[in-house]
């Protein structure tokens, strides 16, 4: 997983990823991040291109409007969320 510069957008919407208790869809990135919904897209699809994320589509059909894309981290995506949010002493356990 290649390094990715950490901005503010993208530190809120992986914090809504990390706590959402499962998948969520950008409509709810932005809302549970604070963040814009354009500026929560950008996020995402770097998020997802640097291997933080992984994504579905709906099935077609399930609801009126276009399939909705679902994301979530990956377990090796979730690890360094909260080695940057908490430290991490080099083996996946937190310092402090």
Known sequence: ???????????LVLGALLN???E??????AELSGVP???ADRALVDLLRHGFLESRHEAPGVRAGRPRRYYRLTPEGARRVRDLLYGS????????
């Open 24 to 29: 969520l869809y950008l409509s709810e990135v």
């Open 89 to 96: 002493d080099g083996d996946g356990r937190t310092t402090g």
């Open 37 to 39: 919904a354009g500026s």
């Open 1 to 11: 997983m290649a390094d990715l510069h950490m901005t503010k957008t993208r530190q």
């Open 20 to 22: 959402a208790p499962g």
